[in-house]
């Protein structure tokens, strides 16, 4: 096997382009979707933009299409009458959250998770205990600042900043390591956190890598995204496709990555068998596509189907196909 797997495409790093592919599955836990995510050539992917909700078309194509051309200002009036038509009726029954502030984020973990998917949608009130909620809006903004602010902070072991901008947040490949017990419950809390926040008009205070946007819509992820996170390691692979053979053969480069966790080193397979298979000029499209994949999903890939599962349990994915990265990571 030289890594190939018959695929005879010709490769451009700059117009590479692979769309997340997230299939839902049901959980153990009919609160709680399971699903599968993986990055596949753009093109295969089609998005999904017509959306359903008690026998009527909320979205579709043409709305979409049409929504799209216009101004984010118009985009967002346009997204809060799909998130209104959205809100369970008030005699569905209303959410109350009462937390603690020295127990914020526990509370508000034990809260959230409790929740069905119907639940997600329904009226919020949020209390802290023992203070008036006289202003439910200043309390609501609060609650949202207050606990994406504890769960971005590096401290905690769940992010750590981009290495080209330390305000934009990359996922801890080393989380589980950091938060043994609940690193992925966090992750599917802070999903649901943030569909929540979008459906409430309300800021979450962190910055996410671009690519994590990206995922969110289900956009293209491109080498572009990898530059803008690490330019000097964008700028090393950009280099191979610069080398000839022989260049290549004397790096004795295979399929795989060395990645050091806590101060131990291991290799990482890129592919399987990965490590016995040699990196050449015919097969260095194949070696720079598995980098991207790993870079950009599968280092992370647990985490990131929780934060998507947790964000979808809230926000429904047709309703967010006339934003872009930028706009999203915006409202939010």
């Known amino acids: ?74 985009k967002l009036t346009w997204f809060q009458t799909i998130c209104n038509e959205l809100t369970a009726p008030w005699e569905s029954g209303r959410i109350k959250i009462v937390v603690r502030r020295e127990q914020l984020l526990s509370d508000s973990v034990r809260a959230m998770m409790s929740l069905s998917r119907a639940d997600m949608r329904k009226r919020w009130r949020v209390e802290f205990v023992g203070e008036p909620a006289i202003d439910s809006g200043g309390v609501m903004r609060e609650f949202f600042q207050l606990i994406s602010e504890q769960l971005f902070n590096p401290d905690m072991g769940l992010w750590l900043p981009s290495i080209n901008n330390q305000k934009c947040m990359r996922i801890n490949p080393a989380s589980d390591i950091s938060c043994p017990e609940d690193a992925l419950i966090m992750f599917r809390f802070l999903g649901r956190l943030l569909g929540r926040a979008l459906f409430d008009r309300q800021l979450i205070d962190g910055h996410m890598v671009r690519y994590l946007y990206k995922h969110i819509l289900g956009w293209p992820i491109t080498f572009e995204d990898l530059q803008l996170q690490d330019e000097e390691y964008y700028q090393s692979l950009k280099q191979f496709t610069k080398m000839n053979e022989e260049e290549i053969s004397a790096l004795c480069l295979d399929f795989t990555l060395a990645e050091e966790t806590l101060g131990v080193r291991r290799d990482v397979e890129l592919v399987e068998g990965g490590k016995d298979i040699e990196v050449t000029k015919e097969n260095l499209p194949q070696y720079l596509e598995a980098i991207l994949k790993y870079r950009t999903l599968d280092r992370t ?30 409202i939010l």
């Open 301 to 330: 890939k647990p985490q990131i189907t929780e934060l998507l599962l947790g964000f979808f349990d809230v926000i429904p994915e047709p309703a967010l196909t006339v934003f872009d990265p930028s706009e999203l990571e915006l």
């Open 1 to 74: 096997d030289d890594g190939n797997d018959g695929k005879d495409h010709k490769f451009s790093l700059p117009k590479a382009a692979y769309c997340r592919k997230l299939t839902f599955l049901e959980g153990n836990d009919p609160r709680l979707r399971t699903g599968t995510l993986d990055l596949v050539p753009a093109p295969e992917v089609v998005a999904d933009s017509e959306l359903r909700h008690h026998h009527r078309t909320l979205v579709s194509y043409a709305t979409v299409a049409d929504v799209q051309g216009k101004s984010l200002d118009d």
